[in-house]
Nanobody
């Protein structure tokens, strides 16, 4: 019953922008922190960003700082990842995941998150 559904992925040129959405249902988003993760072919899933339940606190991996922005609209049950200045190395399947209240201290670690979406493909290429 608890669902997270990613959308907004696609093919974009280097330097371009894309906004991913994570639509949630079956739980109260205001009580959950949400992380964005990505997995490239042949590589392990890695944390990209996390936002606290209230939206007051955010985390970003170093490689996306200044380029990506995470936000959430609790009233609309939706989390966003705005991605600007995209690079080929950003190519991956992107997932959103939920954990109660706060981004974990080890927020980059996948086992910390209880619920996961199915992912959306982002391809950055000329």
């Amino acid at each position: 019953q608890l669902q997270l559904v990613e959308s907004g992925g696609g093919l974009v040129q280097p330097g371009g922008s894309l906004r991913l959405s994570c639509a949630t249902a079956g739980f109260t988003l205001a009580y959950y922190a949400i992380g964005w993760f990505r997995q490239a072919p042949g590589k392990e899933r890695e944390g990209v960003s996390c936002i606290s339940s209230s939206g007051d606190h955010t985390n970003y991996r170093d490689s996306v700082k200044g380029r990506f922005t995470i936000s959430k609209n609790n009233a609309q049950n939706t989390v966003y990842l705005q991605m600007n200045s995209l690079k080929p190395e950003d190519t991956a399947v992107y997932y959103c995941a939920a954990v109660p209240w706060s981004c974990p201290a080890n927020w980059l670690s996948t086992p910390e998150y209880r619920y996961w979406g199915q992912g959306t493909q982002v391809t950055v290429a000329s």
